[in-house]
């Protein structure tokens, strides 16, 4: 058997595992990551990085060039209740006014070879299998194999080492199922369904949420489709065109997403001149783990950061901000304390959980009141039809929905950023609440 040793084994090179492994190698720390695939690899998944992503992708030092297939969007399109409303992102000290998006095929392939520039060791088509768990009940290491371009188990058989195992292997985490910590039921969950498709609007400015989806049904008439929808422009001659869908709502678990995805593409693709002639592949789903839905996020030496902890917003559905948020947050502990004696980092690697809660804790407890509200049908109606119109609503739903808002303490800060950051702190701030 082989065998490898470092200072923190990563266990999967999504946007999470990449980032909290360049972090870590830029700070001079042996860092092996764990790829159970090879590059380039798919995520079903909207492809799209927020301002706030963006503002994350600049920490890590990482270059996002429209040479390398990353589209710059100036802000969000809505499009509900008869009403049409473009948004450009908000202009705040810190954060870049613009997103971008790039196919995932291609994105998360360039945040593992930064992190492989950043002087992480990168192992691809090695899947961790099962965690080895020292005498004393901690994590220090992990068994893997090597496997087939299907990701399955081929060999050969090695043995990675070291004190801190980071699990970053996305929603099912079978590493973390593995040290005891499954999902949460009262967390919300989310299904999302996406497909690409060639389009003439590929390089539009903006990317576009539909929060009613209607169709027509066999008499012609105008009828709801649960969930939102939403188009997103890649600027390489296609875009992300997908629906997604929380299990707050009464019809999660009976929908047929892909008829649901025909339907809505059918009544509405003319606007974006698509249909089922313009489509570049099959319709794929994935589920969304959102709002700390698997908790403590330090358990025994293990750290888990972005899907893997449930960090996707319950809101928009949005995960690679916090993936990349929690991998910095999960390194700037690590880089702190990893070399003081055993028992003093243990209890410091503490700090993790408590400062993704103190940042993330509050916003995603709002989220779950949300994702609450939405699961009723009238209310969500009642929302779309009088508030659409209103453009100081609207201006706070942006903001709130893409978490993009002023700190209050600062001279800039509008009503809309003190109601906002007033909600996220009236309610339980802790990754575990």
Not at 376 to 403: C, R, S, T, W
Request: with cysteine; proline share 6%; net charge negative.
């Amino acid at each position: 058997m082989n065998e490898f040793s470092a200072e923190v084994i990563v266990v999967g090179a999504g946007p999470a595992g990449s980032a909290i492994g360049a972090y870590l190698a830029q700070a001079g720390h042996e860092v092996i990551i764990l790829e159970k695939s090879g590059f380039p690899r798919d995520k079903i998944c909207g492809d799209a990085l927020t301002p706030r992503a963006v503002k994350e992708v600049g920490y890590l030092g990482m270059a996002t060039p429209e040479s390398e297939g990353w589209h710059k969007n100036r802000g969000l399109r809505l499009i509900g209740g008869g009403h049409r409303l473009e948004i450009d992102w908000p202009d705040i000290d810190g954060t870049p006014n613009f997103g971008l998006t790039k196919p995932r095929m291609g994105m998360d392939e360039a945040f593992a070879r930064h992190a492989q520039r950043s002087g992480a060791r990168l192992f691809e088509q090695v899947k961790a299998m099962s965690p080895d768990i020292g005498e004393d009940g901690w994590i220090q290491g992990v068994h893997a194999s090597g496997t087939d371009h299907r990701g399955r188990r081929v060999g050969p058989e090695a043995h990675f080492s070291a004190p801190i195992v980071i699990a970053a292997d996305g929603v099912s985490s079978r590493l973390a199922v593995a040290m005891g910590l499954e999902k949460r039921d009262d967390r919300p969950m989310g299904v999302a369904v996406r497909a690409y498709h060639s389009s003439p609007r590929h390089a539009d400015d903006y990317i576009e949420s539909w929060v009613e989806m209607r169709s027509r049904n066999s008499a012609g008439e105008s009828e709801v489709l649960p969930g939102y929808g939403w188009l997103f422009p890649l600027g390489d001659g296609t875009i992300n065109i997908g629906a997604g869908l929380l299990d707050s709502s009464p019809q999660f678990g009976s929908v047929d997403f892909r008829t649901m995805m025909g339907q809505w593409i059918a009544d509405m693709g003319h606007e974006w001149g698509i249909d089922e002639t313009t489509s570049l592949g099959p319709i794929k789903s994935a589920a969304l783990p959102m709002a700390f839905n698997r908790t403590p996020h330090f358990h025994k030496g293990l750290l888990l950061v972005g899907d893997s902890g449930g960090m996707v917003n319950p809101f928009n559905g949005e995960g690679i901000d916090y993936a990349l948020e929690s991998a910095r947050l999960a390194a700037e502990v690590i880089s702190t304390y990893s070399r003081y004696p055993k028992h003093v980092m243990r209890e410091k690697l503490q700090e993790y959980p408590a400062l993704v809660g103190d940042s993330l804790g509050g916003y995603f407890t709002l989220g779950r009141v949300f994702s609450a509200i939405i699961g009723h049908p009238a209310l969500m109606q009642f929302g779309i039809k009088y508030g659409m119109g209103v453009d100081v609503v609207m201006e706070f739903v942006v903001k709130l929905l893409a978490n993009l808002y002023r700190d209050p303490k600062v001279s800039e800060a509008d009503l809309i950023d003190r109601v906002i950051s007033a909600l996220t702190r009236i309610v339980p701030a802790t990754s575990n609440a």
